[in-house]
């Protein structure tokens, strides 16, 4: 599946870090394609723009963009050169004008979701209960200690201010709805996808396929790869 020149890279979302790519990594790179996991600082939305755009730096050729949760309103504000494909994985995709917390929050939560609200330094940590009950309920026990412990909080300042004309308008898009996600309502997933005329793939996973089903995820890129080779 791979193909010359060729990158993909991988963005993660709040209270992750890239070690949440690890099966797709290995996945992708035994097929023998470029993958680079991207480093987000989340501590504000411009600052994970700016530091997705020097992880571009770091690549050349055409690019293929994936990017999970909060995720999604990043990889729409990426420096557009050369990226050709677009992949949201249980993400959300603000328009124009639109907050991260407004998809967020746009309908009520799933009854298991976490409580969220920022301690004093306005950083946001998920409960570390939330990782067995919302954030990865079909991982492993041993999955879900790693994950709470190498968790990074979130900034209010990643999702509480409208972002610009997101790259989905103009770049080739697929949405990962993940119908057991307990974090993100599904129907906020698919409306979202819908308004973005995704190709969409539906499956029965949580909110971290990426660790819970990753074939699931490296499939969507390979459609991906696909579409952006033959463009």
Known sequence: ?????????????AWEDGSIWASVISALKAEGTRVLAAPLPLTS?????AALNRSLDRTEGPVVLAGHAYA?????????????????????????????????????????????????????WLPEEAFATAFAQNA???????LAA?????????????????????VPSWFLIAEDDRMIA??????MAERMKAKTKAHPVDHTP??????????IIRDAIRSATDN
């Open 1 to 13: 599946m791979a193909i010359e020149g060729l990158s993909v890279v991988l963005v993660h979302g």
């Open 72 to 124: 999604g309103a990043v990889i729409a504000l990426a420096r557009p050169g050369r990226v050709k494909a677009l992949v949201y994985v249980t993400a959300l995709a603000p328009d124009a004008g639109e907050k991260v917390a407004d998809v967020f929050y746009r309908l009520e939560p799933h009854p298991q979701a976490p409580k969220l609200a920022p301690d004093g330094d306005g950083l946001i």
């Open 186 to 191: 599904p129907e906020t997933q698919r409306y």
């Open 210 to 219: 990426s660790v819970t089903a990753a074939g699931v995820v490296v499939d």
């Open 140 to 146: 492993s026990a041993e999955d879900r200690t790693v």
């Open 45 to 49: 939305l411009a600052d994970d723009v």
């Open 150 to 170: 190498v968790q990074r909080p979130i900034s209010l300042s990643c999702i509480t201010v409208p972002v610009g004309r997101p790259l989905w308008k103009d």
